[in-house]
Protein backbone atom coordinates (compact mmCIF):
# COMPACT_ATOMS: atom_id res chain seq x y z
CA UNK A 1 0.00 0.00 0.00
CA UNK A 2 1.28 2.94 -1.28
CA UNK A 3 1.38 5.63 1.66
CA UNK A 4 0.27 9.12 0.90
CA UNK A 5 0.27 12.29 2.70
CA UNK A 6 -2.62 13.50 4.75
CA UNK A 7 -5.20 15.30 2.31
CA UNK A 8 -4.83 19.27 2.45
CA UNK A 9 -1.43 18.51 3.96
CA UNK A 10 1.64 19.46 1.74
CA UNK A 11 5.47 18.95 1.51
CA UNK A 12 7.80 21.99 0.53
CA UNK A 13 10.18 20.55 -1.73
CA UNK A 14 13.72 22.27 -3.02
CA UNK A 15 13.82 24.64 -4.19
CA UNK A 16 10.55 26.22 -3.11
CA UNK A 17 12.16 25.55 0.70
CA UNK A 18 14.75 27.80 -0.25
CA UNK A 19 12.16 30.20 -1.10
CA UNK A 20 10.36 29.78 2.22
CA UNK A 21 14.02 30.13 4.03
CA UNK A 22 14.29 33.67 2.33
CA UNK A 23 10.93 35.01 3.52
CA UNK A 24 11.81 33.92 6.78
CA UNK A 25 14.76 35.31 6.96
CA UNK A 26 13.51 38.60 5.10
CA UNK A 27 11.18 38.97 8.01
CA UNK A 28 13.26 38.14 10.68
CA UNK A 29 15.43 41.01 9.46
CA UNK A 30 12.77 43.34 9.72
CA UNK A 31 10.93 41.72 13.38
CA UNK A 32 14.74 42.91 14.67
CA UNK A 33 14.10 46.31 13.36
CA UNK A 34 10.81 46.81 15.21
CA UNK A 35 12.38 45.18 18.56
CA UNK A 36 10.39 41.85 18.18
CA UNK A 37 11.80 38.44 19.27
CA UNK A 38 10.83 35.13 18.61
CA UNK A 39 8.69 32.86 20.02
CA UNK A 40 8.06 29.10 19.64
CA UNK A 41 5.22 27.52 21.13
CA UNK A 42 4.18 23.71 20.94
CA UNK A 43 2.12 22.54 18.00
CA UNK A 44 -0.44 20.80 20.17
CA UNK A 45 -2.84 22.51 22.59
CA UNK A 46 -5.39 21.78 24.83
CA UNK A 47 -8.29 22.04 23.47
CA UNK A 48 -10.09 23.62 26.14
CA UNK A 49 -7.59 27.04 24.94
CA UNK A 50 -8.80 27.31 21.61
CA UNK A 51 -12.37 27.12 22.88
CA UNK A 52 -12.28 30.05 25.30
CA UNK A 53 -10.27 32.36 23.31
CA UNK A 54 -11.39 31.67 19.64
CA UNK A 55 -15.00 31.33 20.79
CA UNK A 56 -17.54 28.51 20.10
CA UNK A 57 -19.06 29.97 17.64
CA UNK A 58 -16.48 30.49 15.45
CA UNK A 59 -15.77 28.82 12.28
CA UNK A 60 -12.43 27.27 13.58
CA UNK A 61 -13.96 26.18 17.09
CA UNK A 62 -17.55 25.07 15.59
CA UNK A 63 -16.16 22.76 12.77
CA UNK A 64 -12.15 23.16 11.52
CA UNK A 65 -10.51 21.94 14.68
CA UNK A 66 -8.53 18.72 14.82
CA UNK A 67 -9.13 17.39 18.10
CA UNK A 68 -8.10 13.75 19.40
CA UNK A 69 -7.56 12.58 22.70
CA UNK A 70 -4.10 11.50 24.16
CA UNK A 71 -3.58 8.04 26.23
CA UNK A 72 -5.13 9.62 29.01
CA UNK A 73 -8.11 10.92 27.20
CA UNK A 74 -7.21 14.82 27.94
CA UNK A 75 -8.30 16.59 24.53
CA UNK A 76 -5.57 18.17 22.78
CA UNK A 77 -5.96 20.56 19.97
CA UNK A 78 -3.19 21.17 16.70
CA UNK A 79 -3.25 24.94 16.76
CA UNK A 80 -5.49 26.51 14.43
CA UNK A 81 -4.36 29.56 15.13
CA UNK A 82 -0.84 31.34 16.99
CA UNK A 83 -2.45 34.12 19.40
CA UNK A 84 -3.56 31.87 21.94
CA UNK A 85 -0.96 30.01 22.85
CA UNK A 86 1.29 32.98 22.70
CA UNK A 87 -0.92 34.11 25.00
CA UNK A 88 -0.85 31.26 26.89
CA UNK A 89 2.72 31.12 27.14
CA UNK A 90 2.92 34.37 27.82
CA UNK A 91 0.39 34.11 30.96
CA UNK A 92 2.15 31.12 32.21
CA UNK A 93 5.69 32.44 31.99
CA UNK A 94 4.47 35.72 33.91
CA UNK A 95 6.00 37.53 30.68
CA UNK A 96 3.82 40.78 32.66
CA UNK A 97 6.20 40.59 35.29
CA UNK A 98 9.31 40.84 34.09
CA UNK A 99 8.88 43.38 31.10
CA UNK A 100 5.08 45.24 30.66
CA UNK A 101 5.58 45.06 27.09
CA UNK A 102 5.83 42.39 24.31
CA UNK A 103 6.76 42.06 21.29
CA UNK A 104 6.49 38.72 19.77
CA UNK A 105 6.74 37.05 16.63
CA UNK A 106 6.90 33.48 15.08
CA UNK A 107 6.68 31.31 12.42
CA UNK A 108 4.79 27.44 12.37
CA UNK A 109 1.72 25.38 10.98
CA UNK A 110 -0.95 25.54 11.93
CA UNK A 111 -4.08 22.78 11.41
CA UNK A 112 -7.12 24.04 9.92
CA UNK A 113 -9.85 20.73 9.20
CA UNK A 114 -11.37 22.70 5.84
CA UNK A 115 -12.27 21.96 2.61
CA UNK A 116 -8.60 21.88 0.75
CA UNK A 117 -8.46 24.26 -2.44
CA UNK A 118 -6.07 26.57 -3.66
CA UNK A 119 -5.08 29.07 -1.15
CA UNK A 120 -6.65 27.21 1.28
CA UNK A 121 -5.10 24.24 2.96
CA UNK A 122 -5.13 21.80 6.28
CA UNK A 123 -1.88 22.02 7.52
CA UNK A 124 -0.50 25.65 6.62
CA UNK A 125 2.06 28.06 7.66
CA UNK A 126 1.91 31.79 9.56
CA UNK A 127 4.10 34.77 9.96
CA UNK A 128 2.58 36.11 13.18
CA UNK A 129 3.36 38.59 15.55
CA UNK A 130 1.40 39.93 18.75
CA UNK A 131 2.61 43.20 21.19
CA UNK A 132 1.24 42.68 24.35
CA UNK A 133 0.68 45.28 26.99
CA UNK A 134 0.23 48.88 25.20
CA UNK A 135 -3.25 50.06 24.64
CA UNK A 136 -1.93 53.37 22.52
CA UNK A 137 -3.08 53.81 19.25
CA UNK A 138 0.50 53.68 18.17
CA UNK A 139 0.77 50.09 18.77
CA UNK A 140 -2.01 49.53 16.24
CA UNK A 141 -0.27 51.23 13.87
CA UNK A 142 3.43 50.45 14.45
CA UNK A 143 1.58 46.84 13.90
CA UNK A 144 0.11 47.63 10.68
CA UNK A 145 3.29 49.74 9.64
CA UNK A 146 4.71 46.74 10.20
CA UNK A 147 2.79 44.18 8.40
CA UNK A 148 3.16 46.89 5.39
CA UNK A 149 7.10 46.95 6.32
CA UNK A 150 6.85 43.04 5.54
CA UNK A 151 5.44 43.15 2.25
CA UNK A 152 7.42 45.77 0.79
CA UNK A 153 10.35 43.14 2.16
CA UNK A 154 8.87 40.51 0.30
CA UNK A 155 8.53 42.34 -2.84
CA UNK A 156 4.94 42.48 -2.73
CA UNK A 157 3.71 46.14 -3.79
CA UNK A 158 -0.22 45.07 -4.91
CA UNK A 159 -1.82 44.22 -1.62
CA UNK A 160 -4.44 46.57 0.07
CA UNK A 161 -4.79 47.41 3.36
CA UNK A 162 -8.36 47.58 4.67
CA UNK A 163 -9.18 48.34 8.30
CA UNK A 164 -12.00 48.52 10.68
CA UNK A 165 -12.80 49.31 15.18
CA UNK A 166 -14.83 46.69 15.96
CA UNK A 167 -15.63 48.66 19.16
CA UNK A 168 -15.49 47.40 22.96
CA UNK A 169 -17.61 45.59 25.58
CA UNK A 170 -19.38 49.05 26.21
CA UNK A 171 -20.22 49.80 22.75
CA UNK A 172 -20.20 46.63 20.75
CA UNK A 173 -23.49 45.32 22.67
CA UNK A 174 -25.34 47.99 21.30
CA UNK A 175 -24.49 47.32 17.85
CA UNK A 176 -24.90 43.25 18.06
CA UNK A 177 -28.67 44.35 19.68
CA UNK A 178 -29.22 46.55 16.38
CA UNK A 179 -28.35 44.35 14.11
CA UNK A 180 -30.22 41.44 15.52
CA UNK A 181 -33.26 44.25 15.07
CA UNK A 182 -32.12 44.60 11.75
CA UNK A 183 -31.90 40.66 10.90
CA UNK A 184 -35.76 40.20 12.43
CA UNK A 185 -38.04 38.47 9.91
CA UNK A 186 -35.14 38.70 7.38
CA UNK A 187 -33.32 35.25 8.66
CA UNK A 188 -35.02 33.21 6.02
CA UNK A 189 -34.06 34.87 3.23
CA UNK A 190 -30.06 34.36 3.87
CA UNK A 191 -27.47 30.96 3.22
CA UNK A 192 -27.88 28.30 5.68
CA UNK A 193 -24.53 29.23 7.32
CA UNK A 194 -26.51 32.45 8.07
CA UNK A 195 -29.48 31.52 9.54
CA UNK A 196 -27.72 29.49 11.86
CA UNK A 197 -24.87 32.19 12.11
CA UNK A 198 -27.91 34.82 12.93
CA UNK A 199 -28.96 32.88 16.25
CA UNK A 200 -25.55 32.26 17.37
CA UNK A 201 -22.96 34.93 16.38
CA UNK A 202 -24.67 37.33 14.22
CA UNK A 203 -21.97 39.98 12.90
CA UNK A 204 -20.31 36.75 11.07
CA UNK A 205 -23.39 37.34 8.44
CA UNK A 206 -21.75 40.51 7.77
CA UNK A 207 -18.55 38.25 6.73
CA UNK A 208 -19.98 36.20 4.37
CA UNK A 209 -19.02 35.75 0.56
CA UNK A 210 -22.13 34.68 -0.92
CA UNK A 211 -24.29 37.82 -3.50
CA UNK A 212 -27.51 36.73 -1.98
CA UNK A 213 -26.19 37.89 1.90
CA UNK A 214 -24.37 40.42 0.72
CA UNK A 215 -26.71 42.34 -0.75
CA UNK A 216 -29.31 41.99 1.96
CA UNK A 217 -26.98 43.11 4.42
CA UNK A 218 -26.27 46.12 1.96
CA UNK A 219 -29.03 48.16 4.26
CA UNK A 220 -27.41 46.78 7.33
CA UNK A 221 -26.58 48.75 10.49
CA UNK A 222 -22.39 49.95 10.52
CA UNK A 223 -20.04 49.43 13.77
CA UNK A 224 -19.34 53.33 13.31
CA UNK A 225 -22.44 54.83 13.96
CA UNK A 226 -22.14 52.77 17.39
CA UNK A 227 -18.60 53.21 18.18
CA UNK A 228 -18.43 54.69 21.96
CA UNK A 229 -16.37 58.29 21.90
CA UNK A 230 -13.47 56.38 23.26
CA UNK A 231 -13.30 53.78 20.29
CA UNK A 232 -13.90 56.79 17.96
CA UNK A 233 -11.14 58.75 19.40
CA UNK A 234 -8.41 55.38 18.84
CA UNK A 235 -9.44 54.98 15.69
CA UNK A 236 -9.31 58.41 14.68
CA UNK A 237 -5.93 58.17 16.03
CA UNK A 238 -5.25 54.96 14.23
CA UNK A 239 -6.31 56.60 11.28
CA UNK A 240 -3.79 59.42 11.59
CA UNK A 241 -0.86 57.75 12.39
CA UNK A 242 -1.39 55.40 9.24
CA UNK A 243 -1.38 58.54 7.09
CA UNK A 244 2.05 59.77 9.23
CA UNK A 245 3.88 56.32 8.52
CA UNK A 246 2.90 56.26 4.56
CA UNK A 247 0.72 53.25 4.93
CA UNK A 248 -2.08 53.59 2.41
CA UNK A 249 -5.92 51.94 3.67
CA UNK A 250 -9.38 51.68 2.75
CA UNK A 251 -11.94 51.71 5.42
CA UNK A 252 -14.34 48.47 5.15
CA UNK A 253 -16.78 48.40 8.08
CA UNK A 254 -17.31 44.55 6.83
CA UNK A 255 -14.42 43.72 8.53
CA UNK A 256 -15.72 41.73 11.51
CA UNK A 257 -13.48 39.28 11.60
CA UNK A 258 -14.62 35.07 12.50
CA UNK A 259 -12.61 34.90 16.19
CA UNK A 260 -14.37 36.08 18.94
CA UNK A 261 -11.85 37.83 20.85
CA UNK A 262 -11.06 41.02 18.79
CA UNK A 263 -11.77 44.45 19.80
CA UNK A 264 -11.52 47.63 18.35
CA UNK A 265 -8.50 47.77 15.36
CA UNK A 266 -9.27 45.05 13.13
CA UNK A 267 -7.81 44.57 9.63
CA UNK A 268 -7.23 42.30 6.29
CA UNK A 269 -4.49 42.36 3.86
CA UNK A 270 -5.82 41.59 0.55
CA UNK A 271 -4.44 41.35 -3.33
CA UNK A 272 -6.22 40.35 -6.32
CA UNK A 273 -3.98 38.19 -7.54
CA UNK A 274 -4.85 35.45 -5.08
CA UNK A 275 -9.00 34.47 -6.53
CA UNK A 276 -11.37 33.65 -4.31
CA UNK A 277 -9.31 33.41 -0.62
CA UNK A 278 -7.98 36.80 -1.65
CA UNK A 279 -6.87 37.38 2.42
CA UNK A 280 -3.18 37.15 2.62
CA UNK A 281 -2.55 38.30 6.08
CA UNK A 282 -4.93 39.39 8.74
CA UNK A 283 -5.08 40.36 12.59
CA UNK A 284 -6.56 42.70 15.06
CA UNK A 285 -6.40 44.30 18.92
CA UNK A 286 -7.61 41.64 21.69
CA UNK A 287 -8.35 43.77 24.64
CA UNK A 288 -9.69 41.08 27.08
CA UNK A 289 -8.23 38.05 25.66
CA UNK A 290 -5.05 37.79 28.18
CA UNK A 291 -7.52 38.41 31.15
CA UNK A 292 -10.09 36.12 30.07
CA UNK A 293 -7.53 33.44 29.94
CA UNK A 294 -6.95 33.61 33.61
CA UNK A 295 -3.81 36.47 32.99
CA UNK A 296 -3.89 40.40 34.30
CA UNK A 297 -5.30 42.74 32.41
CA UNK A 298 -3.27 43.29 29.56
CA UNK A 299 -4.60 44.24 25.85
CA UNK A 300 -2.80 43.26 22.77
CA UNK A 301 -2.70 43.14 19.28
CA UNK A 302 -1.78 41.36 16.63
CA UNK A 303 -1.54 39.84 12.87
CA UNK A 304 -1.13 36.90 11.06
CA UNK A 305 0.30 35.88 7.17
CA UNK A 306 -0.35 32.73 5.41
CA UNK A 307 2.97 31.39 4.32
CA UNK A 308 0.86 29.62 1.50
CA UNK A 309 -0.90 32.35 -0.08
CA UNK A 310 2.10 34.66 0.64
CA UNK A 311 4.14 32.63 -2.19
CA UNK A 312 1.48 32.26 -4.67
CA UNK A 313 1.85 36.41 -4.82
CA UNK A 314 6.17 35.88 -4.70
CA UNK A 315 6.45 33.92 -7.40
CA UNK A 316 7.81 33.87 -10.11
CA UNK A 317 11.36 35.92 -10.46
CA UNK A 318 12.03 36.15 -6.38
CA UNK A 319 15.56 36.14 -6.10
CA UNK A 320 16.57 33.55 -3.66
CA UNK A 321 20.13 31.58 -2.62
CA UNK A 322 20.85 28.65 -3.68
CA UNK A 323 24.12 27.84 -1.99
CA UNK A 324 25.55 25.58 -5.03
CA UNK A 325 28.14 22.93 -4.19
CA UNK A 326 31.89 24.22 -4.78
CA UNK A 327 33.63 21.31 -4.08
CA UNK A 328 33.29 17.75 -5.56
CA UNK A 329 34.88 14.78 -4.34
CA UNK A 330 34.94 11.37 -6.58
CA UNK A 331 36.27 9.32 -4.40
CA UNK A 332 37.11 4.81 -5.82
CA UNK A 333 37.57 2.40 -2.72
CA UNK A 334 37.52 2.55 1.07
CA UNK A 335 40.83 3.91 1.06
CA UNK A 336 40.46 6.97 -0.61
CA UNK A 337 37.08 7.51 1.08
CA UNK A 338 39.36 7.33 4.69
CA UNK A 339 42.09 9.60 3.20
CA UNK A 340 39.30 12.46 1.79
CA UNK A 341 36.60 12.89 5.04
CA UNK A 342 39.50 14.83 6.91
CA UNK A 343 40.14 17.11 4.10
CA UNK A 344 36.24 17.60 3.22
CA UNK A 345 35.23 18.41 6.76
CA UNK A 346 38.37 21.03 7.22
CA UNK A 347 36.78 22.62 3.35
CA UNK A 348 33.25 22.42 5.11
CA UNK A 349 34.34 24.02 8.40
CA UNK A 350 35.81 27.06 5.51
CA UNK A 351 32.28 27.38 4.48
CA UNK A 352 32.29 25.32 1.13
CA UNK A 353 30.08 22.93 0.37
CA UNK A 354 31.23 19.92 -0.26
CA UNK A 355 30.00 16.71 -1.48
CA UNK A 356 30.97 13.30 -2.68
CA UNK A 357 29.00 10.80 -4.72
CA UNK A 358 28.61 7.31 -2.40
CA UNK A 359 30.34 4.88 -4.75
CA UNK A 360 30.06 4.22 -8.68
CA UNK A 361 32.95 3.83 -11.32
CA UNK A 362 35.15 7.23 -12.17
CA UNK A 363 33.10 7.42 -15.24
CA UNK A 364 29.58 7.90 -13.33
CA UNK A 365 30.67 9.95 -10.32
CA UNK A 366 31.99 12.61 -12.67
CA UNK A 367 28.49 12.43 -14.17
CA UNK A 368 27.16 13.38 -11.13
CA UNK A 369 29.85 16.23 -10.18
CA UNK A 370 28.85 17.67 -14.08
CA UNK A 371 25.20 17.67 -13.12
CA UNK A 372 25.51 19.27 -9.87
CA UNK A 373 27.79 22.20 -11.78
CA UNK A 374 30.75 22.05 -9.69
CA UNK A 375 33.32 24.13 -9.98
CA UNK A 376 35.92 21.51 -8.84
CA UNK A 377 36.70 18.27 -8.91
CA UNK A 378 39.00 16.45 -6.49
CA UNK A 379 39.53 13.16 -8.28
CA UNK A 380 41.25 10.44 -5.40
CA UNK A 381 42.08 6.42 -6.54
CA UNK A 382 44.69 3.80 -5.87
CA UNK A 383 46.81 4.99 -7.93
CA UNK A 384 47.09 9.01 -6.33
CA UNK A 385 46.50 6.78 -3.02
CA UNK A 386 50.09 5.30 -3.77
CA UNK A 387 51.55 8.72 -4.90
CA UNK A 388 50.27 10.63 -1.56
CA UNK A 389 48.73 13.16 -4.52
CA UNK A 390 45.30 14.36 -5.75
CA UNK A 391 44.30 15.39 -8.88
CA UNK A 392 41.98 18.60 -8.97
CA UNK A 393 40.07 19.09 -12.27
CA UNK A 394 39.23 22.59 -12.52
CA UNK A 395 35.37 22.05 -14.47
CA UNK A 396 35.38 25.70 -16.03
CA UNK A 397 38.69 25.95 -17.47
CA UNK A 398 39.11 22.74 -18.28
CA UNK A 399 42.38 22.04 -16.42
CA UNK A 400 43.75 19.67 -14.44
CA UNK A 401 46.62 18.97 -11.89
CA UNK A 402 48.45 17.10 -9.19
CA UNK A 403 48.56 18.48 -6.23
CA UNK A 404 50.15 17.22 -3.17
CA UNK A 405 47.31 15.63 -0.57
CA UNK A 406 49.08 17.44 2.27
CA UNK A 407 48.68 20.94 0.50
CA UNK A 408 44.78 19.73 -0.78
CA UNK A 409 43.17 22.47 1.97
CA UNK A 410 45.44 25.03 1.22
CA UNK A 411 45.06 24.64 -2.47
CA UNK A 412 41.54 24.57 -2.65
CA UNK A 413 41.07 27.30 -0.41
P1 LIG B 1 -10.18 32.99 5.37
O1 LIG B 1 -11.13 34.12 5.28
O2 LIG B 1 -9.36 32.82 4.15
O3 LIG B 1 -10.80 31.71 5.84
P2 LIG B 1 -9.34 33.43 8.05
O4 LIG B 1 -10.05 34.66 8.47
O5 LIG B 1 -9.88 32.12 8.50
O6 LIG B 1 -9.14 33.42 6.48
P3 LIG B 1 -7.10 34.03 9.73
O7 LIG B 1 -7.52 33.15 10.84
O8 LIG B 1 -7.25 35.48 9.87
O9 LIG B 1 -7.81 33.54 8.40
O10 LIG B 1 -5.59 33.67 9.31
C1 LIG B 1 -4.70 34.64 8.77
C2 LIG B 1 -4.17 34.22 7.43
O11 LIG B 1 -3.81 32.85 7.43
C3 LIG B 1 -5.19 34.31 6.31
O12 LIG B 1 -5.26 35.62 5.82
C4 LIG B 1 -4.62 33.36 5.29
O13 LIG B 1 -3.57 33.97 4.55
C5 LIG B 1 -4.02 32.29 6.15
N1 LIG B 1 -4.94 31.13 6.22
C6 LIG B 1 -6.01 30.95 7.03
N2 LIG B 1 -6.58 29.76 6.82
C7 LIG B 1 -5.84 29.14 5.86
C8 LIG B 1 -5.90 27.87 5.22
N3 LIG B 1 -6.82 26.98 5.53
N4 LIG B 1 -4.97 27.58 4.27
C9 LIG B 1 -4.01 28.47 3.95
N5 LIG B 1 -3.90 29.67 4.52
C10 LIG B 1 -4.80 30.01 5.46
MG1 LIG C 1 -11.07 30.65 7.62
Known amino acids: MKITAIKGMSDVLPPDSFLWREIEERARKIFDTYGF ?3 RTPIVEPTELFVRSVGETSAIVEKEMYTFEDKKGLSLT ?3 EGTAPVVRAYIENAMHAKDPIAKLYYFGPMFRYEQPQKGRSRQFFQIGAELLGAESSLADAEMLILLHRLFQGFGILDVRFEINSLGCKTCRPKYLEAIHQFLKGKEKKFCDDCQKRSKKNPLRILDCKKEGCRALTET ?3 IGDYWCEACAQHYREVRGLLLAGHVKFKENPRI ?3 LDYYCRTAFEVLCDRLG ?7 GGRFDGLVKDLGGPDVPGIGFAIGMERLVLLMEPGTRYQVPGTSIFFALLGNEAQQAALSIMEELRA ?12 LKSQMRRADKLGVQRVVILGENEMQKGIAIVKDMKEGTQKEILMGRLVEELG
Request: aromatic share 4%; with cysteine; proline share 6%.
Open 37 to 39: EEI
Open 78 to 80: LRP
Open 220 to 222: APT
Open 256 to 258: VRG
Open 276 to 282: AQNAVAA
Open 350 to 361: KDHCVVSAYGGS
